[in-house]
Every structure is written in structure tokens, then in C-alpha cells.
């Protein structure tokens, strides 16, 4: 049942992923019950996956202009597509 | 929807209505503005194929963001070709995170931030910018549809024709390089 922090690592990765197996889910639980460390790491990659999400959320994330849009001519192009399908 | 020619009508108004909130979602996932508006192109092509699975229920523009998501996870797919399976000779970061025995080398450090503090103050929101710039490509474009545009990771195995555990660790990878940068920075 013991497993080292590197395994716990990485299973605390992949609940954020995918459903635990009973023995993988309990294995992390004991673990997680003697080692701080780990459990920082679980709460530090869930504050990430958290944050991350609110910062996409804004509406400038990502762009140099927060105003950029498709020009008259590009959606008259999609227009027209949407006529000849 | 009735007919198709009902469909057609209305995704036409759609184009004005949320053509540029689609735009703005492509551009700053793909950073290349010709192919966000392909992207948004390829939308509404589409969205006009399965009209008539819209249920009004949802709103229209989280309707056509769920069709863009995947159509910007298929543009990724094809600007990485075959580079999202891991190579034996890649480096993982996580050597450095553990010693030989797998134990911490540095403990994680106990965050007293809050989400919402980490992404909208100004100062951590820079630091969180930064880090999430220094993700290499292949990674920042996974991790952005996992974490960010929450697609199923079964998709995305799909998507990308790689497997899961393949997957798993490049996910892995990013939310542990993140975390490490953001500490080195002095989140807390």
C-alpha cells in the first residue's frame, strides 16, 4: 500500500485527469494522510487549475488587442458560405 | 429549427452577433489570425450541418464555443503531427522535483493564494502570465484545452491520436513546470 512521493505525484496529476482505481485512490489517501508535502502539491495543483480558468476567463488573456475582431469582409465571406452549403 | 434554410438564416445573424467573441476564443489559442478565422469559418459550417441538434437550452454562443474547441484541438493536432508523443530522450522535469529515493528535493511550499487572488491581482497575474509563456509549445496548447477549455481527455487522446498515459504525462509536466515557476517567483 505505501507508495513513495514521485508515484504520489503524479497520481495527484492524473485524478485531476481520469477516475482513480479503488487501490489507486486508497494508496493516495494514506499517503496523503502522512505526507504534507504531498498534500501541498495536490492543493498547489488545484489553486493552478482554478486560477488558470479565471484567468482565461478574461477577456484580454491571450491577445495583444483585447478589440480584436474579424474584419466586414471575413464575415461576409463566412456569410456567403453558409448560403452555398 | 425548422427547415434548413431556417438554419442558414439564423446562423447568418449569428456571424454579426457572435462572430468576434468566436474570433477573439480562436485567436488567442492559436495566435494566427488567418487561422482563427478559418477556425470560425469551420464553425459555422458546421454548426449549420447540426442544427438541428441545437437545443435552445443552451445558449447559442456556448453551443458554438463547444464546436470551436475541438475544431482548434484538430488545428493543434495537425500543427503537431506525431510531436505529442513522448520521446525516450525527453527531458522530464520532474527528475529534478525528487531524489533517488523519490522523496521531494524541495518540499512544496504551503500557498496561502487564493485562485481568484492568483489571477486577478495584478503582480501574481504578471508572474502567472509569464510562467505560462515559458511552457513550450506542444505543452502550453495541451494543457490550455485540458485545463482552461476543459475537453475530455478521451477526446483529446483522440484528437491528437496519442495514447492517455501519454497524455497524463505531458499534463503532468505542465501543471508541475507552472507550479515550479510560479514558487521560483515568490507565490506563496
Not at chain 2, 511550499?109 to 501574481?124: F, H, I, M, R, Y
Request: aromatic content about 8%.
Amino acid at each position: 500500500m505505501m507508495i513513495h512521493c514521485r508515484r504520489a505525484s503524479r497520481l495527484i496529476s492524473e485524478s485531476m485527469d481520469r477516475r482513480l482505481s479503488p487501490f489507486e485512490r486508497a494508496a493516495l489517501g494514506v499517503h496523503l494522510c502522512i505526507c504534507d508535502m504531498c498534500a501541498r502539491y495536490r492543493k498547489q495543483l488545484s489553486c493552478l487549475r482554478d486560477a488558470m480558468a479565471r484567468w482565461w476567463n478574461r477577456p484580454e488573456t491571450g491577445l495583444d488587442d483585447k478589440n480584436a475582431s474579424l474584419t466586414d469582409a471575413a464575415k461576409e465571406r463566412i456569410r456567403r458560405r453558409l448560403n452555398s452549403d | 429549427m425548422k427547415s434548413n434554410g431556417d438554419a442558414s438564416d439564423l446562423l447568418r445573424s449569428w456571424v454579426g452577433e457572435h462572430g468576434d467573441f468566436l474570433y477573439r476564443f480562436a485567436l488567442a489559442r492559436v495566435r494566427d489570425e488567418a487561422a482563427a478565422e478559418e477556425l470560425v469559418q469551420e464553425t459555422f459550417v458546421a454548426a449549420l450541418k447540426s442544427a438541428q441538434a441545437f437545443a435552445q437550452r443552451s445558449s447559442a454562443r456556448t453551443w458554438l464555443a463547444g464546436i470551436l474547441k475541438h475544431k482548434i484541438s484538430d488545428h493543434f493536432r495537425s500543427k503537431w503531427q506525431g510531436a505529442l508523443s513522448l520521446e525516450t530522450g525527453d527531458s522530464d522535469p520532474l527528475d529534478e522535483a525528487f531524489n533517488a529515493s523519490n522523496h521531494w528535493k524541495e518540499p512544496p511550499k504551503d500557498w496561502k493564494t487564493s485562485p481568484e487572488n492568483l489571477a486577478e491581482n495584478a503582480e501574481l497575474r504578471k508572474i502567472l502570465e509569464q510562467c505560462f509563456a515559458r511552457l513550450s509549445g506542444r505543452l502550453r496548447d495541451v494543457f490550455l484545452l485540458r485545463e482552461v477549455d476543459g475537453l475530455d481527455t478521451g477526446e483529446l487522446c483522440k484528437d491528437f491520436g496519442i495514447t492517455p498515459t501519454n497524455l497524463w504525462v505531458l499534463l503532468h509536466r505542465a501543471r508541475h513546470q507552472l507550479k515550479t515557476c510560479l514558487e521560483k517567483n515568490g507565490v506563496r
